[in-house]
């Protein structure tokens, strides 16, 4: 986490969201007017973590098994579905029961901010979840409750596979636009293998983003 909070401030990409697990990390962004900034974040992030790593294993090598995949997502009932997602992802793995229990995530910004160190840009999500900030914790513990009440745990590759999420004026608009995305964005991680030639971790690079310009 230590380097989201220095990507974030560093390339000035706002960070809505995000969990960090021992294999992948889900971020969800709001892309700024400079469209360099996010693929510099996620080099930022891939290479210190890579690097960490192999100090740490004494190896040497790419440590990402893929270039990590883009999703756009609609300011609606789709962008807090999507802050759900991510936050009861470990929840879904039956590491823990409840966001709060996993330390690695944006869930405890959200809830309570910090004083110092933010890594959440807890205005924005304010903003577009349309939210009184002074209210946000009590509303998303709120929506975190019903979700686990209702058992909304199954996993949906739509948030790391697809283009876009949204409605079908959503969807199309952010196809038209995919030649500028593509270009854009890419992280220079390519495949690997790592240890032993029969060994595979599965090390990916998953983040959602949210660019205002196509709505």
């Avoid at 807890?122 to 929506?143: H, P, S």
């Avoid at 909304?152 to 969807?171: C, I, Q, T, Y």
């Avoid at 030649?179 to 690079?205: C, F, Q």
Wanted: aromatic share 10%; proline share 3%.
């Amino acid at each position: 986490m230590k380097w989201l909070y220095e990507g974030t401030n560093r390339y000035d990409v706002p960070i809505l969201n995000f969990t960090v697990t021992s294999n992948h990390i889900h971020l969800l962004v709001l892309a700024p007017d400079d469209m360099e900034a996010i693929p510099r974040l996620m080099q930022l992030v891939a290479g210190r973590v890579g690097q960490v790593y192999n100090k740490s294993r004494n190896r040497k090598g790419a440590f990402w098994e893929k270039r990590y995949n883009a999703t756009a997502v609609q300011t609606d009932e789709h962008l807090a579905r999507c802050f759900l997602y991510i936050d009861l992802n470990m929840v879904r793995a039956k590491v823990v029961k409840h966001p709060r229990n996993w330390e690695h995530g944006g869930h405890h910004e959200i809830v309570r901010p910090k004083q110092r160190y933010r890594t959440i840009a807890r205005k924005e999500v304010t903003r577009l979840l349309d939210v009184d900030e002074k209210t946000l914790g009590n509303q998303y513990e709120g929506w975190i409750k019903e979700a686990l009440r209702q058992g909304h745990l199954r996993r949906n590759a739509v948030w790391s596979s697809e283009l876009a999420v949204g409605d079908d004026g959503f969807v199309e608009q952010i196809k038209k636009n995919v030649g500028r995305w593509i270009s854009r964005m890419a992280v220079n991680e390519e495949h690997a293998i790592y240890g032993h030639p029969n060994e595979k971790i599965d090390n990916t690079l998953d983040w959602h983003v949210f660019d205002q310009k196509d709505l």
